[in-house]
């Protein structure tokens, strides 16, 4: 147990000693005794655990340079910083592939499930199981945190020929658009379902598109700048750069404000049409973690995202903070189990594109 932590049980025991003395000698006598005892269970508790002992790897299962993989520095970063999980190293290992099925099934099947190697979990890991022929499911993960929650932008090359949402649909009566994502069946592709569903539905008009599936956001962006593709739907965080800078063009954002980050951008609802989406990133371990070990992990994360060092760094990465429990991340679980399920047999009826 480290120094501070007996400081603060110390604290603990001399506080409630205090208020068992003003209760009188008998009272007194069996309240210290009891306070004593639940001290002393208290530490030897934290000196039972004795972890971590060893470095602590965060998989992200993405490239490096996207938003996913951007969130879980941060976290590192901060967290070595400011001496939490003990002061631990904290390492970040990017793997992807599969559209995160990999590093999925690593967290699962190959990692010792001991604390130590815990998952910078997206999406994917509740649509892989139910679209694709994977060995997990959404059950073998348990969430600590989720500590980033983004909104959703449409951005394009630079040299398209349009500038809003109206632009494109009258672009696409006569071109078919090319639109990345991160991957077949991930929430990246399923959000490029919705939203094309939603403008022909709101215009009225057709839109015809191919996709190209990816690894990462960061190679979204790139095939944007390079010219390779049309449009991406991407998490402000992870676009504000190639926005300001002029490397890509902004189209609308999925919001029903502006961001703050990326001000000058209109809502795709000051254009009249009412599309909302966001991203949230959250960081998981396997299921079969040590109940002890969990309990530490989940107590430091939360403590690592409620403080003012964290949430400072990420406005600096362009990425909005917040701190939601497992408990309450269990619905988004919930929302999206339902919408992909429901579409399950369309994504797999090989009419999509």
Not at 243 to 255: E, H, Q, R, T
Not at 296 to 310: I, N, P
Request: with cysteine.
């Amino acid at each position: 147990m480290n120094m501070k932590k007996r400081w603060i049980i110390a604290g603990m025991i001399a506080a409630l000693c205090l208020s068992a003395c003003s209760q009188g000698n008998s009272a007194a006598d069996t309240a210290a005794k009891t306070v004593t005892v639940a001290a002393m269970e208290a530490v030897k508790m934290e000196s039972d655990l004795d972890f971590p002992k060893n470095d602590i790897r965060i998989i992200v299962p993405y490239d490096a340079g996207g938003g996913n993989d951007i969130y879980a520095r941060v976290m590192a970063k901060v967290a070595m910083e400011n001496g939490y999980f003990d002061g631990a190293n904290i390492v970040v290992e990017n793997m992807p592939g599969g559209g995160g099925v990999i590093a999925q099934n690593y967290i699962v099947n190959t990692a010792k499930p001991d604390g130590y190697t815990l998952l910078g979990l997206a999406a994917s890991a509740i649509t892989n199981p139910i679209l694709k022929d994977v060995s997990f499911t959404m059950n073998d993960f348990k969430v600590l945190i989720c500590s980033n929650t983004d909104p959703i932008v449409m951005i394009a090359r630079p040299d398209v020929p349009f500038d809003d949402v109206e632009g494109l649909l009258e672009y696409a009566k006569d071109n078919t658009i090319i639109i990345n994502d991160t991957g077949f069946g991930t929430s990246s592709h399923i959000r490029v379902l919705q939203w094309t569903s939603e403008l022909e539905k709101s215009s009225g008009r057709k839109i015809e598109y191919s996709s190209v599936h990816e690894d990462s956001g960061a190679i979204q962006i790139s095939e944007l700048m390079g010219g390779h593709v049309d449009i991406a739907t991407l998490s402000v965080g992870e676009v504000a750069d190639a926005v300001l800078s002029g490397n890509v063009k902004a189209i609308g954002l999925m919001d029903k404000v502006r961001s703050e980050t990326i001000p000058d951008v209109p809502t795709f609802a000051e254009q009249g049409y009412d599309l909302v989406d966001s991203s949230s990133r959250a960081v998981a371990v396997n299921s079969k973690v040590p109940d002890e070990v969990y309990a530490y992990l989940e107590k430091e994360f939360t403590a690592l995202c409620s403080s003012d060092e964290f949430k400072k760094a990420m406005a600096e990465a362009n990425l909005t903070p917040c701190c939601i429990s497992a408990q309450e991340y269990q619905e988004f679980i919930d929302k999206k189990t339902e919408l992909v399920t429901g579409l399950k047999d369309y994504l797999l009826s090989g009419d999509v594109k």
